[in-house]
């Protein structure tokens, strides 16, 4: 995004146009941005020759999944909703891992059906009842388990998984005793360490420390592992600060890692793929004067993006049409659902004002729509892509008849 003569410009299309086409609030994002993340992504981790899966819970819209299939990447599934998604995509089972902590029974048998990958467990409970469902199908199943590194991720605490007191992974004494259950089982196959410790990392050293307990924990277990799941996690620049994690750095600590190790890696990105390809276009309705601040009410919420409102995650916010006059007051943007949490900043010094004036929330192309809800019985927004010199819908927005 540029502004040209004080006005933005998306990929060669002048934002306002876009108002008139479509109605507020719109999610809108940008191929060329989508194709950028995934040349660079792979670039950068060219000599590790990873299996690359997209993390499907950062966004689940088909359209999306099929353009990121294109660039032969595979999924990370949490669930068998998402699991029919990547294979309506089109992504190829042997590239899809199915993770999570509560799996069903009907769910593990729907992905031992469609032949994926592997399985990623959590717990021995899990393990015995994908060997159960394994005797009675006469099938041997691949899976993988995952460690808890006790590693924290230095991120916001909603989004940490790699800890002690997190619900994800197993410690390391079970994971060991795990490893020696799975080994002499006749329906099991292990094929793969699992490891996750958080979400929108910004910091190369949790990684640094998550690979050097992932090394001793394979010493200890004396066992060769096909994969090592590392997940994902790879944080992006809301801030637009230039706070970056260092791609690079993180590539070599990986490639020294392999040395000791050989093993295939496998990584599970969405936020660092999708997360900046993406904004949400608002109107705003009323301007609301209140002690010290003004209340700038938009017609976008809580349920069009769940973020700011979960963890109190920050997006930047930029306007369509620049000028320099400056309002007095401080603004919070806030949408129109009766729930305080319903607020998506507060600037001070940010451009004047005016209701009906357009702005633009950024960066939300992870856990926008795929957080989006129905909440006071919203329609949820509308989807779309700018492709070359096209801008093709991707989601119609609701209709409230079809929330009745």
Same mark, same amino acid.
């Given at each position: ?200 990392? #910004?910091? /190369?050293?949790?990684? !640094? ?6 090394? $001793?924990? +394979?010493? &200890?277990?004396? =066992?060769? @592992? ?83 409102? #979960?963890? /109190?995650?920050?997006? !930047? ?6 000028? $320099?006059? +400056?309002? &007095?007051?401080? =603004?919070? @943007? ?71």
């Amino acid at each position: 995004m540029i502004y040209k003569n004080d006005e933005l410009i998306i990929d060669g299309f002048k934002a306002n146009s876009l108002t008139k086409k479509f109605t507020t609030p719109f999610y809108c994002y940008s191929f060329k941005k989508l194709k950028e993340n995934i040349f660079k992504f792979k670039k950068t981790f060219k000599k590790i020759n990873p299996l690359i899966c997209f993390s499907v819970k950062s966004n689940c819209n088909i359209k999306i999944l099929k353009e990121i299939r294109k660039f032969n990447l595979g999924a990370d599934v949490v669930s068998a909703g998402e699991l029919m998604k990547a294979l309506k995509a089109g992504i190829k089972p042997q590239k899809i891992v199915f993770s999570g902590v509560g799996k069903t029974s009907s769910e593990i048998e729907y992905a031992v059906k469609k032949k994926i990958l592997l399985i990623n467990t959590e717990s021995k409970s899990e393990i015995l009842e994908i060997e159960k469902i394994a005797k009675s199908k006469k099938k041997i199943i691949n899976i993988g388990i995952r460690l808890n590194p006790n590693t924290d991720a230095k991120t916001i605490s909603q989004i940490s998984t790699g800890k002690k007191e997190n619900k994800f992974g197993v410690d390391e004494k079970t994971f060991l005793n795990l490893v020696k259950y799975v080994n002499n089982s006749k329906n099991l196959n292990l094929k793969c360490l699992s490891v996750h410790i958080g979400s929108q990392i #910004l910091s /190369n050293q949790p990684y !640094k420390k998550m690979l050097n307990v992932v090394d $001793k924990i +394979i010493k &200890k277990s004396k =066992y060769n @592992f096909d994969y090592i799941d590392l997940g994902g996690g790879m944080g992006i620049d809301y801030s637009h600060n230039n706070k970056n994690l260092n791609f690079k750095k993180y590539s070599q600590d990986i490639q020294k890692f392999l040395k000791k190790n050989k093993s295939k890696i496998i990584f599970e990105p969405g936020r660092s793929i999708i997360g900046n390809t993406a904004i949400l276009v608002t109107k705003v309705i009323y301007i609301k004067e209140s002690y010290k601040k003004s209340f700038v009410i938009l017609d976008a919420a809580m349920n069009d993006l769940m973020r700011p409102a #979960l963890y /109190n995650a920050k997006h !930047k916010i930029i306007v369509l049409r620049k000028h $320099k006059e +400056i309002s &007095k007051k401080t =603004y919070e @943007f806030v949408g129109p659902i009766c729930e305080s949490t319903d607020r998506f900043a507060t600037i001070k010094k940010f451009q004047k004002l005016n209701e009906k004036d357009y702005i633009i929330i950024c960066d939300v192309g992870a856990y926008g729509t795929s957080l989006a809800s129905n909440y006071n019985v919203r329609p949820k927004p509308l989807e779309i892509i700018i492709k070359g010199p096209k801008i093709q819908l991707i989601n119609k927005r609701q209709k409230l008849s079809e929330l009745m």
